[in-house]
RNA sequence: GCCCCGGUGGCGGAAUGGCAGACGCUGCGGACUUAAAAUCCGCUGACUGAAAAGUCGUGUGGGUUCGAUCCCCACCCGGGGCACCA
């Protein structure tokens, strides 16, 4: 498309200097001269330390840059920013909209080694193609602000946060069954996994036992739970993570085993319930269960553990109705009653949770209760409803209730007992009060060419002692080992002036094949000298340096997962090109955090976990000015296809932006975005909708442009416009303030159609009425708003113009329709002067020809008055 | 099973204790036109009625209130999440 140059279209004053010489509403004409205006002018660039102005720093959830281009979705969330962000200008506040790409990450590389292009140039492409459509949108990104997570100055700063994870004892290594997913050739997390099947692609994934890096995230959950209760937050997404974090308070208890130095130590909520432990299970993979299992019971028990073992954690859970398990042979003593209670070994105790194992007691607990029954083990009742009508609760009774059966202890609540039996065990030393978390260790290694290598390279025992210098510095205090081959390999990490460490050239993108990534091919890379005191490295190929630390090393062949680069790119925004700092303290002052983080509720315990996780790391360690990353979130709702359904090329529904943008314009798609319905809800695209909203924009061009594409005559300094209007006008000023002011975008728009047609009922109207709503369009459309601006002969841009003010006299009415109800029901209505007394309200209610014949021979019980609205006259 | 969110015309939605259905779409009627498109004007919850008007109506059933889409209780339905977490 041409873009017409500004210079040619220079006019004289006041008219067409800048604006298009347009006669008809042409958006394709108007919309690429506006864009390139504020290029040119850098209109949008935020400037940092503006003190004469507020702040204020929005953020939208940044792409993934795919091979697909811009999906509607992104659409309607950056429009959503980018309104706010242009009301909040118009208001004043100095303001900042970046924009960056999660750059990393699957579908680029399985690009990469389809086509055999460099990773790094799919996504160089990708992101050309993503800016030119968002540019296209007219949104007012700072773009001098623009960061890629797979840039090296970017790469660095995320390795260099990871390093002080490792140093701060934050990040490990672990053997551990992961979720291993054959199809995508690498490991995912808990997260990651829905119903047995990967949440990209929906691949089958199992239990494989692979080394990891695990980032010990349960060490932030209790921070991570207490944060939500002073954030502005959808509550659903904070119900959603306090249910992830599950926090259980309760208590350890060690039960001594019979015959056996051994203890067994267990988790449980319900200490109140011991003396009703009628046996005890242990998980299929805890350590204890070879010692425990006695001769006769061996085979039966090797042969138990093998089929657990085989079962993948779908099977597990899906038999879930189905109790299994089988005796050790052991047992336990109950340290409060002194009974001998069986040990048990069973599948629907975790490993993963509390000490894996249990104290069963079936009278109170559902699954203890079905296991007893099936394989007969006594069960006694040891808590009765408090306020028992005569009848005891039927069995299982898992709520609180009153102690029975249970020693000293019988007849104390729950409650006390709890504090109780646990304060007795405390002092035998065999119990004490515990908290658990559902929420597991973040597995933080993946398999993968296209993410972020780790800082890290391995040595030998003798090497890592070594370590001295920056190194050193950087050393946890115990150290990173993992066992290969039954040698003990070191971590040592690569420290701050080694990094970036980038990632090794190759044309082969694809994952070994061993667990190992593409990097486990790249042997110059990989296999190095490294100095143990500075970090340099040297390939392995070359002769030995000299000097006492360089030491041989295999570097970490992992990389990060993609949620590493968007775990702290709200930082980057503000300090973009740092190569001293993550963020300078100064700047982050300044910006602090984002005022306004909107994006998909699909992220809430994925990336809206860890970022925090990370942030308030970093805050901790003094690396961040800000306590809390995100303190305001909201959730956009998913743009459905026409069909009400999902958009998705296989059912063939899917809207493009381009083909939006072709036929109707920026203006008219963002306008219908925000117009479709509550931002937060999912809603249907309706092509006949948009056609409603690019009519509404013509009639706006059609009031102030004639078909000569002069200022209509209708618009004139020494109009008359009528009360009706002048109302209208100023009650609209009033609404679509308010309503953005509550992100309630759909009945702003609303608003300015009521004055659209109450304008296309004057005869006449001032230039200066137009403005005002000029002003009040521009943040949703502002390219039809700049550009009939320009047009009544303001200088651009109206970016600047202000905000207008409604008059509150306007919006005043002398009298008004006052809704006459006769036991509730609206029977009439009658003009009266808004403030009118409540008798003379009454007398003309009682007068009103409709209201009289639902009074006639009644007497009236009470009246309810209320000035400007209704009065309700209560009769029988 | 547990947790969260929701249920209003033909459709998207508005109204958070005060005349339900703003605004838009669709549909119907009209104006302009030789005609069509575009544009403009009017009507458009259901039922009864020629009309005036009346009755019903915000998932269902109760409750609070002069008055309930809105608050409370119970239930039904839909969507999302978690799910042997001791």
């Not at 974090?245 to 019979?258: C, H, N, P, R, V």
């Not at 138990?304 to 047992?331: H, I, M, N, P, Q």
């Not at 003990?488 to 044309?507: G, I, K």
């Not at 509720?601 to 360690?621: C, K």
Request: charged residues 25%.
């Amino acid at each position: 498309m041409t873009i017409p140059r500004a210079r040619e279209r220079m006019r004289p004053f006041p008219y067409f200097h800048m604006a298009t010489t347009c006669t008809d509403y042409e958006p394709s004409r108007i919309e690429p001269l506006w864009q390139k205006f504020w290029a040119d002018n850098n209109t949008f660039v935020a400037k940092d330390f503006d003190t004469t102005r507020p702040k204020y720093f929005a953020m939208a959830m940044y792409p993934y840059p795919s091979g697909h281009g811009l999906h509607v979705g992104h659409s309607e969330n950056y429009t959503a920013t980018d309104l706010l962000c242009r009301y909040k200008r118009a208001l004043g506040f100095n303001v900042m909209q970046p924009m960056g790409w999660d750059a990393f990450g699957l579908p680029t590389e399985q690009t990469a080694v389809a086509t055999g292009v460099h990773p790094r140039e799919v996504t160089r492409r990708n992101v050309e193609t993503f800016k030119r459509q968002l540019n296209q949108h007219g949104f007012g990104i700072d773009w001098t602000r623009e960061v890629n997570t797979t840039d090296p100055g970017y790469v660095r700063w995320t390795q260099w946060i990871f390093l002080q994870l490792y140093k701060h004892g934050l990040a490990y290594v672990d053997e551990r069954p992961v979720w291993w997913c054959q199809e995508l050739g690498t490991v995912l997390a808990n997260e990651e996994v829905i119903d047995g099947k990967s949440e990209r692609g929906g691949y089958p994934v199992e239990k494989r036992a692979l080394r990891q890096w695990v980032l010990r995230i349960t060490a932030y959950a209790d921070k991570l739970l207490k944060r939500l209760d002073g954030i502005d937050w959808p509550e659903a997404t904070k119900s959603k993570q306090r249910n992830w974090i599950g926090k259980s308070e309760g208590a350890e208890i060690t039960f001594a085993l019979d015959g056996c130095d051994e203890t067994l130590t267990v988790f449980t909520t319900r200490p109140d319930t011991l003396y009703g432990a009628t046996y005890m299970v242990v998980a299929p993979e805890h350590p204890l269960v070879g010692k425990l299992t006695t001769a006769a019971q061996k085979s039966a028990v090797e042969a138990y553990v093998k089929a657990a073992a085989s079962k993948s954690d779908l099977d597990r859970t899906d038999l879930a109705k189905d109790k299994s398990g089988v005796f050790s042979g052991s047992y336990a003593i109950n340290p409060v009653s002194g009974a001998k209670i069986p040990v048990w070994i069973a599948d629907y105790v975790l490993m993963g949770y509390g000490t894996g194992a249990i104290m069963a007691v079936p009278a109170h607990d559902e699954r203890d209760y079905d296991f007893a029954v099936k394989f007969e083990i006594p069960i006694i009742r040891v808590i009765e409803k408090l306020d028992a009508e005569g009848k005891e609760a039927p069995l299982p009774f898992c709520v609180y209730g009153k102690l029975v059966n249970s020693g000293k202890h019988t007849g104390l609540s729950s409650k006390e007992a709890k504090a109780a039996i646990v304060a007795d065990l405390e002092k035998r030393g065999i119990g004490k009060l515990s908290v658990n978390y559902k929420l597991r260790d973040w597995l933080f290694s993946r398999q993968r060419y296209w993410g972020e290598p780790f800082p890290i390279v391995w040595v030998s025992e003798a090497d890592y002692k070594k370590a001295s210098g920056e190194v050193a510095a950087n050393l946890p205090k115990d150290p990173i080992t993992f066992v290969e081959n039954g040698v003990t390999q070191y971590a040592l990490p690569v420290p701050a002036s080694q990094l970036p460490l980038q990632l090794p050239e190759t044309d082969n993108f694809q994952p070994s094949g061993t667990g190992e990534s593409a990097l486990g091919r790249c042997t110059d890379w990989l296999e190095i000298w490294f100095n143990a005191a500075t970090g340099e490295a040297k390939s392995a190929k070359e002769p030995k340096p000299a000097g006492e630390s360089w030491v041989r090393a295999r570097r970490e062949t992992n990389t990060m997962p993609q949620w590493a680069g968007s775990c702290w790119y709200h930082l980057r925004y503000v300090d973009p090109k740092d190569d001293k700092y993550l963020i300078d303290p100064k700047l982050n002052n300044y910006w602090g955090s984002p005022d306004y983080y909107i994006g998909g509720p699909e992220h809430a315990v994925l990336h809206l976990l860890y970022a925090p996780f990370w942030h308030l790391f970093l805050y901790d360690i003094g690396a961040v000015t800000t306590a809390e990353p995100y303190p305001r979130l909201v959730h956009q709702g998913m743009v459905l296809g026409e069909n009400g359904e999902k958009m998705s090329k296989s059912r063939g529904n899917v809207i493009n932006p381009d083909d939006v943008i072709k036929e109707h314009g920026a203006d008219a798609m963002r306008m219908y975005l925000m117009f479709m319905g509550p931002l937060e809800d999912d809603k249907p695209w309706n092509t006949k909708g948009i056609e409603g909203v690019t009519r509404f924009l013509r009639r706006l061009w059609r009031e102030v442009i004639d078909a000569d594409g002069k200022i209509s005559a209708k618009v004139s300094a020494d109009a008359k416009e009528s009360a009706a209007f002048h109302k209208v006008h100023h009650e609209t000023i009033k609404k679509v303030g308010e309503d953005y002011e509550k992100g309630r975008y759909n009945t702003a728009i609303a608003q300015m159609m009521i004055w659209m047609n109450a304008i296309g009922k004057e005869e006449t109207v001032l230039p200066g009425s137009i403005k005002d709503f000029l002003r009040l369009l521009a943040p949703i459309a502002p390219h039809i708003s700049e550009e009939l601006w320009e047009r009544l002969g303001e200088a651009p841009s109206i970016v600047d113009a202000g905000w207008p003010k409604f008059d509150p006299a306007a919006l005043v009415e002398e009298s008004v329709m006052l809704g006459i109800l006769v036991n509730g029901k609206p029977r009439s209505e009658v003009k009266i002067a808004r403030d009118a007394p409540e008798a003379e309200a009454l007398a003309l209610a009682k007068a009103d020809e409709r209201a009289k014949p639902f009074l006639d021979g009644k007497t009236i019980r009470k009246v309810v008055y209320v000035p400007g609205r209704i009065i309700n006259i209560v009769a029988n």
